[in-house]
């Protein structure tokens, strides 16, 4: 099989269908998988998914694509040099766009995005007055959890004008790929971005007593803070189970907690979560010298 596109859904089902067997070989346009995330998690899943045999691909150009016969083929280049990907079946994973061309949007003046996004405000208000919009019809992120409560508050707003609004900020992102991947936040790179000067950490998670206890010590979590505040802006995780160890992350997110906050706070021992207090505390300490759990 061949996947074109290396963000979440290629990267779910070509790991999926090469644990079911199948010879995968994953072509990706940008020079990382999941591009958007931190290069320490794209770098490491990519290492663990060559080593189970997906081969992968990254820089590429597709040129065209052809059926040859019971193969599909695709030809494409990497650093200008041309070279051809053969499988049975093809997956394309290569992002999706909002479906409004046919909702009759003409009719009413609903002001769209570039790329066909209807565009809403904080309260899932349309530019037109008495039109509301939620869910993928407005663009990233197409999640159907955020989908819920985006109808949820356009619901609400256009039938009690409550002007609820929606802070998109700690809305987390997960990738289940085995380890997984869940963030929220700001990368270091997005918070540069936003003019903010930050400190970081990084742990492995072979720094973890449960992940060694269960023998799962693959992968990292790293923790992007304020340098004046110690205000924590974004974590960013690659673990067994990282989509259920990032809602601590997300409450500190959302609630502008600070790593002393996350220090103060008794975690239960061993736990995967306490990951996320091992990479507040090595902000202030080396967590080797640690006697056993994070104090």
Known sequence: MIVLGGRALGLEFAQMYSHMGTRVTLLQRSHRI??????ALS?????????EGIKIKTGVRIKRIYQKQNETVVVATVNGREFEARGEELLLATGRDPNTNLLGLETVPVGLKQDGAVRVNREMHTTAPHVWAAGDVIGEPMQETIAAKEGATAAENALSGTHKKIDFFPVPRAIFTSPQVATVGLTEKGAHEHGIECACRTIPMSKVPKAIVIRETRGLIKMVAEASTGRILGVHILADGAADIIHEAVLAVKYKLTIDDIIDTVHVFPTMTESIKLAATSFRKDIDELSCCAE
């Open 34 to 39: 999941i591009p958007e995330e931190e290069p």
């Open 43 to 51: 770098d490491a899943l990519r290492q663990y998914l060559e080593e």
